[in-house]
């Protein structure tokens, strides 16, 4: 089955500062989804991208869809304590009428005041 | 607040009972999917639903079934539980690509 692989596992930053996460894939998706969760509760929806090469902000977040279909990014700028929780790409293939999603295994995201 | 409900909140068992999960998509959504979150796992995709088909299925034990209602209000019923299913059972929705998630019920085995 496909794969995505999302990087790094968790990261530890000081408030203010800017965060990179990514996700590659082994195949190509037509569509990229980031979503955040905070502990007990459920994935919620930050950005979409739908088209190769497709910059997206959402305030202080910002997320690419690759040129290669295989990849995706997410940046958060100017880190605040609520940024706090563990971060999730998505996939949709190309070619599943279902819009079945491809989950990444998260990033973890912790900020220090 | 995504506009997708989930019932129960909370559920604990026993081994080799039967529980049934409930969720209701947001309004207009046809589409319904399952979802099982595991400790420090990520999003395992179980079983999705479209107008009270079956559309796709992921890696759903036999033990488990779903089914959407007419009112598209969906149940998933797990089966024969072992403590291996101990997990957050999330449901999402959607009109198109993008999915919204349910606050999700967690169910411990014990």
């Known amino acids: 089955g496909q794969q995505l692989n999302q990087s790094p596992q968790s990261m530890f930053i000081q408030e203010g500062e800017d965060v990179s996460m990514n996700c590659t894939s082994s195949s190509i998706f037509n569509t990229w989804l980031w979503y955040k969760q905070d502990p007990g509760e459920g994935p919620v929806l930050l950005i979409a991208?739908?088209?190769?090469?497709e910059l997206t902000s959402n305030g202080r977040l910002t997320a690419q869809f690759g040129i290669t279909r295989k990849d995706s990014f997410l940046n958060i700028s100017a880190s605040i304590p609520s940024d706090v929780g563990i971060y999730f790409c998505?996939?949709?293939?190309?070619?599943?009428?279902?819009?079945?999603?491809?989950f990444g295994k998260g990033t973890k995201l912790s900020v220090i005041p | 607040d995504s506009g997708v409900t989930q019932t129960p909140k909370h559920l604990i068992t026993a081994t080799g009972q039967r529980v049934t999960l409930r969720c209701s998509p947001r309004s207009g959504d046809l589409s319904v999917y399952w979802y099982q979150q595991s400790l420090d796992q990520g999003l395992q995709f179980l079983i999705q639903y479209y107008n009270g088909e079956e559309r796709a299925k992921g890696n759903i034990l036999e033990r488990f079934s779903a089914q959407q209602f007419p009112d598209l209000h969906s149940e998933l019923n797990l089966s024969s539980l072992e403590l291996g299913d101990s997990a957050l059972y999330f449901c999402a929705s959607s009109a198109r690509g993008e999915q919204f998630f349910g606050p999700g019920t967690r169910l411990t085995v014990l």
């Open positions: 998505a996939g949709r293939d190309s070619g599943a009428g279902s819009y079945q999603l491809t």
């Open positions: 991208l739908y088209k190769a090469g």
